[in-house]
């Protein structure tokens, strides 16, 4: 079992709403852990968006829009990244990403499809 | 501005040892808290996290690659250097180097990145 599990793909359609899952290993508790999410588009590097723990501790990042947010559900053991009034250009790859054991680990990433 | 840009061969023959250069501006690996991190990406495939060292030459490596690995930096020519043995084909990959801070941790400022192909 992968460390952090992210369903490889999601499609939405536009002005909805998206919620991308970021599964823990269930030998870790993601209640401990920030949650750092980052976007791709084809060609380019990643680009970051935020980091969630908890509604006390959040750090959106430089530039990104506040429809973009990170929540968790403790009974999943997960992250989310909330995306909402979805647009054609948040279709893109999706990474979650912790530091575990003082090593990053990035998940294996979800396609968004908005269409 | 925080700018990083990678740099390095192309292509490396099987069993070659990689070197690849990151030269970054707008920040100093000299001031506390400043990171410096090199992360690949296989073609169509996920990224994964390789090493990253901190401005007090903490070195933090990933556990599957770290026999492999040897981070450096330059902190005359604002230069991180990250070197890896024993090339294989599947260590072909766009590999990125990219600007952390120590406490908040995000890896905020990215390179282009640049591909390597591992052929003989």
């Known amino acids: 079992q992968a460390v952090l599990t992210q369903p490889s793909s999601l499609s939405a359609s536009p002005g909805a709403s998206a919620s991308l899952t970021c599964t823990l290993h269930s030998d870790i508790n993601v209640g401990t852990y920030s949650i750092y999410w980052y976007q791709q588009k084809p060609g380019s590097p990643p680009q970051y968006l935020l980091r969630y723990k908890a509604d006390s501790d959040k750090q959106q990042g430089s530039g990104v829009p506040s429809r973009f947010s990170g929540s968790k559900d403790a009974s999943a053991n997960a992250g989310i990244l909330l995306i909402s009034g979805l647009q054609s250009e948040d279709e893109a790859d999706y990474y979650c990403?912790?530091?575990?054991?003082?090593?990053?680990?990035f998940g294996g990433g979800t396609k968004l499809t908005v269409l | 501005q925080i700018t990083l840009k990678e740099s390095g061969p192309t292509l490396v023959k099987p069993t070659q040892t990689l070197t690849l250069t990151c030269t970054f501006s707008g920040f100093s690996l000299t001031t506390s808290g400043v990171g410096v991190g090199w992360i690949r990406q296989p073609p169509g495939k996920a990224l994964e996290w390789l090493a990253l060292i901190y401005w007090n030459d903490d070195r933090r490596y990933s556990p599957s690659l770290k026999s492999r690995l040897t981070i450096t930096k330059d902190t005359s020519k604002n230069q991180v250097v990250l070197t890896i043995t024993n090339m294989d084909p599947i260590d072909t990959a766009t590999y990125y180097c990219a600007h952390t801070l120590l406490y908040s941790d995000e890896l905020g400022y990215w390179g282009q990145g640049t591909l390597v192909t591992v052929s003989s």
């Open positions: 990403m912790i530091w575990h054991s003082s090593a990053c680990v």
